[in-house]
């Protein structure tokens, strides 16, 4: 059941991106035309990647996320 709600919530992820993409990207590409477009989003890569964390003992980074696992198993 887990694996089908994750996989609707990417669906919904999905399908909300493609909506957005179809109505305001022609409005961008009008208003500030292809170059700054192509600029401002390479930058916001770099900038992403830049705050990636590493694996190194002590690094921390915005993107950093912690997850904790717990497994319940029953002896039967």
């Known amino acids: 059941?887990?694996?089908l709600r994750g996989g609707?919530?990417?669906l919904l992820m999905t399908l909300m991106?493609?909506?957005l993409m179809i109505t305001s990207t022609?409005?961008?590409l009008n208003r500030f035309g292809i170059k700054r477009i192509l600029v401002t989003g390479l930058g916001l890569m770099v900038l992403g990647i830049s705050i990636t964390p590493s694996h190194d003992e002590g690094c921390?980074?915005?993107s950093e996320i912690v997850t904790?696992?717990?497994f319940?198993?029953?002896n039967k």
């Open 1 to 3: 059941m887990a694996h």
């Open 8 to 10: 609707l919530a990417l």
């Open 17 to 19: 991106i493609m909506v």
């Open 26 to 28: 022609p409005k961008l």
């Open 60 to 62: 921390y980074a915005v």
């Open 68 to 70: 904790t696992k717990i």
């Open 72 to 74: 319940l198993t029953q």
